[in-house]
């Protein structure tokens, strides 16, 4: 499973200024609010690509939840993905997250790892004896080729 968070590995909300690939997109978000979100149209093929090579399944981990499929996936190239919908509101998305990988290995790109530490720590301990990368990306820079081969090392070993 490669999972995906939106805001932080995907939209560098705290990059200033924006790396050239990034474009800016204004995503309405209800009446009158708009969000302007800015995107690598290139992610979308690199993610592809990083699934297909390893066999995994990509999924959005994001609270963007189904939007993330009609208003981000799209913008990248991305074909609608399945949607991890969070409904514990003490974990953080760590329960949601360890109920839908189940056994499988794990890549996931998220900037908020920091989060509820304790949960965090029980969630690795329970997948311990299961590949399960937790890749912490910078909001400031979005997913970047070193995260990307971070991701490949961590499947290596169940190709
Ligand atoms: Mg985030």
Known sequence: MILLDVDGPLHPWAANPKPDRYRLFEIKAGW??????????????QLRQLAQDTGAE?????????????????????????????????GWKYPAVARYAYERPLVWFDDDFGLHASRREEFVHKRRRL????????????????HLAEARKAFSGHL
């Open 32 to 45: 009158r609010r708009r969000l302007r979100v800015w995107l690598d149209p290139d992610h979308g093929r």
């Open 58 to 90: 990509l999924a959005w981990a994001t609270t963007w939840l189904h939007r993330a499929n009609t208003e981000i996936g799209p913008r990248l190239g991305l074909p609608p993905l399945k949607v991890i919908e969070f409904h514990d509101a003490t």
């Open 131 to 146: 590949t399960t990368a937790l890749i912490h990306v910078d909001p400031a820079t979005g997913i970047s080729a070193q």
